[in-house]
Nanobody, 126 residues
Framework: QVQLVESGGGLVEAGGSLRLSCACS????????MGWFRQAPGKEREFVAA????????VYADSVKGRFTISRDNAKNTLLLQMNSLKPEDTAVYYC???????????????????WGQGTQVTVSS
């Protein structure tokens, strides 16, 4: 089992920044590719960003590319999401998730992710 706990959400004005953290416990963090997803009210959960087991490869949704940066510290069992130039449409509950993959694969589809955190709210005011 893997336990994931997000933190760092909050209320910020448009154009501002937030950094989300996800603490992982229970199994070896480096076994998992990691992803961030979000779900806005009345909408389906969507992919935001993902990172390979080693951290050497990343993938981003077009909507956040150039504004968000995903990173990980395998020594500290921590996943991060730096969010800059935030927009009101970024308002959502943000979830981190773990995908047990082989080698350096990265997958963006929700069904592949086996473990999920409880989510943290990000609200961007206009």
């Amino acid at each position: 089992q893997v336990q994931l706990v997000e933190s760092g959400g909050g209320l910020v004005e448009a154009g501002g920044s937030l950094r989300l953290s996800c603490a992982c416990s229970g199994r070896t963090f480096s076994r998992y590719a990691m992803g961030w997803f979000r779900q806005a009210p009345g909408k389906e959960r969507e992919f935001v960003a993902a990172i390979s087991r080693s951290g050497g490869s990343t993938v981003y949704a077009d909507s956040v590319k150039g504004r968000f940066t995903i990173s990980r510290d395998n020594a500290k069992n921590t996943l991060l999401l730096q969010m800059n130039s935030l927009k009101p449409e970024d308002t959502a509950v943000y979830y981190c998730a773990a995908d047990e993959v082989l080698r350096s694969n990265i997958r963006v589809e929700i069904p592949f992710y086996d473990y999920w955190g409880q989510g943290t709210q990000v609200t961007v005011s206009s």
